[in-house]
């Protein structure tokens, strides 16, 4: 793995040329900047352009990306987003998901540094979705669709090569999970019965955004049996009331999943997002005494959870502090009667929603630049 | 066997980008403790305020504080808020904090105490040996490389009160050192 984290380049790009027939998937390896998949090794054209895509000026610098610190020129988030793959139109996707994961808000010093399992979850809503083929249909999560796989990739490219959040020095994951090899989605909107996310969240249908938050794996929720609202988000709120997540004993945000079988089930009885996200936050959490293992190991008041919350044995701890903490999004494909729990990581990362184009703006309040704090 | 790569492919492109990172130098040392005021920053992890209130009578033993000012941070993984690190540094002259015992929360309390020695506050953080390294990056990352670390065992979050002493007493060892430095 790296054992360079911290070196500095001595110019903007350092470009080495290497003998006639060298195995550049090998040296890539060897230098330490590969996710540990085989990487694509760029050329001068490929890497101009992605370039050109991203508007031109190479040394134009997007953004720093903490822990290490490494300055993301266009030319460098060119170089990483050819490595993973990427064709030049994902280019402004990737922009996005790494200025929403830069937002000071979504605090990626934390992230990467953390010992918890959480990798920025990125959620793309909106046209340029589908107009560069990403998958939010059958087998959403899973692999088999460019676009998807090579975003999530870049993205987690240049956490690793600019960030340096390089396993076991930045990042202190104790386990990891699979969505830090990549970890990006799009909302099925064209099956969804109801709104997409984004225009939830203020901004017009025909605005595209990215979602970021920091998240565990995508938990499965299974039910074949029910066919109403209440019965499908009960078990749904099953899932969510483990005592083992971040988010039930350090709040925060978390993400819900619904597959089309349940959403539209629900949708048919005539409820709305918000109707959803309410019933879930009402009716998921856990009894403080079971947080506190009943005061077993001391006396517990759990300092990282909101000071109005009751801390009698018997109180209820919602899982994440309100409706508004709960990310609802619809996707999979046609058949299967299931859907999915992602827990975030706790309070101390807030998720961001941005649009691609900075030239969109959300309708509503709270948001400025084109870029909502959640 | 994977893909031999071509002639056209003959230069290699360093995905890393520029880092920045100058030396900035720690606030200058005291000569003496006794005297001086004490900030307490408790990272609110779990057992922080065990480790933290256990290591001021471990201290006070041996040093007579002006005064021990305690201040709470709520999320011991993000970066105290500038308006309470700009408290802390007006009111005190030296800082304990703690605990750096996971990924984030270590990386948080270097760079509060990166924060406040730039504010001519001496701060000592308290981390577990399983972070030193992290520690030595991101000081480093950061721009202080003289920065100083309490190391003690890990863990901390799941330990007994006993064991939180032992660990107390590796702090009162430690941290006069870290504030006086070579004086």
């Given amino acids: ?374 | 066997m994977l893909m031999k790569v071509t002639d056209s492919n003959s230069l290699v492109f360093d995905p890393r980008g520029l880092v920045e990172s100058a030396n900035i130098p720690i606030a200058a040392r005291s000569k003496k403790l006794d005297g001086l005021r004490l900030a307490i920053l408790d990272n609110s992890k779990w057992n922080a305020n065990k480790i933290l209130r256990a290591s001021t009578v471990a201290l006070e033993k041996t040093v007579k504080f002006a005064e021990v000012n305690y201040y709470v941070k709520h999320s011991f993984s993000k970066d105290a808020a500038p308006e309470l690190i700009a408290e802390i540094a007006a009111n005190n002259d030296i800082v304990l904090t703690a605990i750096g015992d996971c990924g984030s929360c270590c990386s948080c309390c270097i760079r509060d105490s990166v924060a406040l020695e730039k504010l001519g506050i001496p701060s000592a953080a308290i981390i577990t040996t399983e972070f030193e390294r992290e520690t030595e990056l991101t000081r480093t990352a950061i721009g202080m490389q003289g920065l100083i670390p309490i190391v003690i065992d890990h863990p901390v979050s799941s330990i007994t009160q006993a064991e939180v002493e032992v660990r107390a007493a590796q702090v009162a060892l430690q941290a006069p050192q870290v504030w006086l430095g070579g004086n």
């Fill in chain 1, 1 to 374: 793995m790296a054992t360079q984290t911290l070196e500095q380049v001595g110019t903007s790009v350092a470009i080495e040329t290497v003998p006639t027939g060298t195995d550049l998937i090998e040296l890539y390896y060897d230098r330490g900047w590969s996710d540990g998949l085989p990487v694509v090794p760029p050329t001068q054209e490929k890497i101009d352009t992605v370039v050109a895509a991203l508007g031109g000026d190479p040394q134009f610098i997007e953004c720093k990306v903490a822990p290490r610190w490494g300055a993301l020129t266009r030319e460098i988030l060119a170089i990483n987003m050819v490595m993973a793959g990427c064709r030049p139109e994902y280019a402004p996707i990737v922009r996005a998901a790494i200025m929403a994961v830069t937002d000071r808000a979504f605090n990626l010093n934390g992230v990467q540094a953390t010992t918890h399992v959480a990798s920025p979850l990125i959620i793309v809503n909106g046209p340029l979705a589908a107009e560069v083929g990403m998958n939010g249909g059958a087998n959403a999560f899973g692999s088999g669709n460019r676009a998807n796989a090579t975003i999530g990739r870049a993205v987690r490219l240049i956490m690793l090569n600019v960030g340096g959040g390089w396993p076991p020095d930045f990042d202190k994951s104790t386990l990891g999970h699979p969505g830090k090899y990549t970890y990006c989605v799009a909302e099925n909107e064209a099956d969804s019965p109801f709104a997409p996310y984004h225009v939830e969240h203020g901004y017009r249908p025909e605005d595209s955004t990215v979602f970021a938050i920091a998240a565990e794996a995508p938990h499965s929720v299974t039910d074949h049996q029910c066919n109403d609202p209440e019965g499908i988000l009960d078990t749904m709120c099953s899932a969510m009331s483990t005592i083992a997540s971040n988010s039930a004993v350090l709040g925060g945000h978390c993400t819900v999943v619904l597959g089309l079988e349940h959403a539209k089930d629900i949708a048919k009885a005539g409820w709305t997002r918000s109707d959803i996200r309410h019933y879930l936050w009402m009716n998921s959490g856990n009894a403080f005494k079971a947080i506190s293992r009943d005061h077993r190991y001391g006396k517990v008041y759990n300092r990282n959870l909101p000071k109005w919350l009751k801390r009698d044995p018997d109180s209820r701890i919602p899982i994440v502090p309100s409706a508004d903490n709960i990310h609802l999004f619809i996707m999979g494909g046609h058949a299967g009667r299931f859907s999915a729990f992602i827990p975030g990581w706790g309070h101390m990362n807030t998720p961001v929603l941005r649009a691609i184009d900075p030239a969109s703006a959300p309708t509503d309040d709270g948001c400025t630049d084109g870029v909502c704090a959640l």
